[in-house]
C-alpha cells in the first residue's frame, strides 16, 4: 500500500506558533518533521512488505527536493481556492486517490507531516490491522485519532476513494459515520505517537514532555526553542497561580 503524506511547504509554515516562533525557526521546524515521518515511512518500506511506496503532495519546490532524498514519488498539488485549510486537504486527498486508484491501487494510507514522533513501527501496525479489517471484502478503513480536537492522524482506505475525505475538528468522527454508511466497520487505533499533531505552543511542550527520540525534538533543544517554550509555559502557570 502506498503511504501518502500532504505537505503545504516552507513558506508561511505553522502559523498558529508566529506568536513564538519566527518565519525562519517555522520553516527549519518544518524540514525537520518531514525528515521524522518520511524517513519513518522509508524505513517501514524497507522492513515491511505492506509499504509499497511513498507519494508525497506538495507545490512547494524545496518540500518537492527534500522528498526526492525519500525516494518518493511527487504529486504536484492542484491550484486551490479553498486556501490551506480543511477543504484544500479534502481536495489534495481526494486528488490523490483518485490517481492511485486509476493506476489500481488497492489502498492508500494518508499521515501528516506534523507528527514527529511517528515510527516505521506504528506504520506498520496501521497496515497490518487494516489488511487484516479488509482481507475478506477488499474494503476497509482505519484511522488514527488526533488527541486535541478528534481530527484524523492517520487514514488508511480500502479502496482509496471508499470515502470522501472530511478532515478537520472531529473528523475522526465523520469518517467513521462515512464508512457505516457504505457497510463498512472501522477500525480505530489509539497511538499516542500520531496523536500529538504540532500545531500549537502547547504541542510543542507536550512534544519536549517525552523523551526526545526525533530529529524535531533535537532540533527544538539545539536551537534554544525548547528552552524559549519552556519559559512561556512557566510564564503561563505564573499567570495562573498568581
Known amino acids: 500500500m502506498k503511504v501518502v503524506v500532504p505537505i503545504k511547504g516552507f513558506v508561511k509554515a505553522k502559523q498558529r506558533l508566529?506568536?513564538?516562533?519566527?518565519?525562519?525557526?517555522?520553516?527549519?521546524?518544518?524540514?525537520?518533521?518531514?525528515?521524522?515521518?518520511?524517513?519513518?515511512?522509508c524505513t517501514a518500506q524497507r522492513?515491511?512488505?505492506?509499504?509499497s511506496g511513498l507519494v508525497v503532495i506538495t507545490s512547494d519546490a524545496q518540500v518537492r527536493e527534500q522528498a526526492l532524498v525519500y525516494g518518493a514519488r511527487v504529486l504536484t498539488e492542484?491550484?486551490?481556492?479553498?486556501?490551506?485549510?480543511?477543504?484544500?486537504?479534502?481536495?489534495?486527498?481526494?486528488?490523490?486517490a483518485n490517481v492511485l486508484a486509476g493506476e489500481g491501487e488497492q489502498g492508500l494510507l494518508m499521515v501528516p507531516v506534523d507528527v514527529p514522533l511517528i515510527s516505521a513501527d506504528?506504520?506498520?501496525a496501521i497496515l497490518t490491522r487494516h489488511a487484516a479489517a479488509a482481507k475478506v471484502s477488499g474494503w476497509g478503513m482505519t484511522l488514527v485519532p488526533a488527541l486535541a480536537d478528534g481530527g484524523t492522524n492517520a487514514l488508511a482506505l480500502s479502496p482509496p476513494t471508499l470515502i470522501p475525505p472530511a478532515f478537520g475538528h472531529n473528523s475522526s468522527r465523520r469518517h467513521c459515520d462515512l464508512a457505516r454508511?457504505?457497510?463498512?466497520?472501522?477500525?480505530?487505533?489509539?497511538?499516542?505517537?500520531?496523536?500529538?499533531?504540532?500545531d500549537?505552543?502547547?504541542?510543542?511542550?507536550?512534544?519536549?514532555?517525552?523523551?526526545?527520540?526525533?530529529?524535531?525534538?533535537?532540533?527544538?533543544?539545539?536551537s534554544g526553542i525548547a528552552e524559549k517554550i519552556g519559559r512561556i509555559g512557566e510564564a503561563l502557570d505564573g499567570r495562573q497561580t498568581g
Open 18 to 41: 508566529a506568536p513564538a516562533l519566527s518565519e525562519a525557526e517555522r520553516s527549519e521546524l518544518m524540514r525537520h518533521m518531514i525528515d521524522d515521518v518520511l524517513g519513518a515511512i
Open 47 to 51: 522492513d515491511s512488505a505492506l509499504v
Open 78 to 96: 492542484p491550484p486551490l481556492r479553498s486556501g490551506l485549510g480543511n477543504e484544500a486537504l479534502c481536495a489534495v486527498f481526494t486528488m490523490a
Open 122 to 124: 506504528n506504520i506498520v
Open 181 to 198: 454508511m457504505r457497510g463498512i466497520e472501522p477500525t480505530l487505533l489509539e497511538m499516542a505517537e500520531l496523536s500529538l499533531d504540532i
Open 200 to 222: 500549537t505552543v502547547d504541542n510543542l511542550q507536550q512534544l519536549m514532555a517525552v523523551p526526545i527520540q526525533s530529529h524535531t525534538q533535537r532540533y527544538l533543544v539545539g
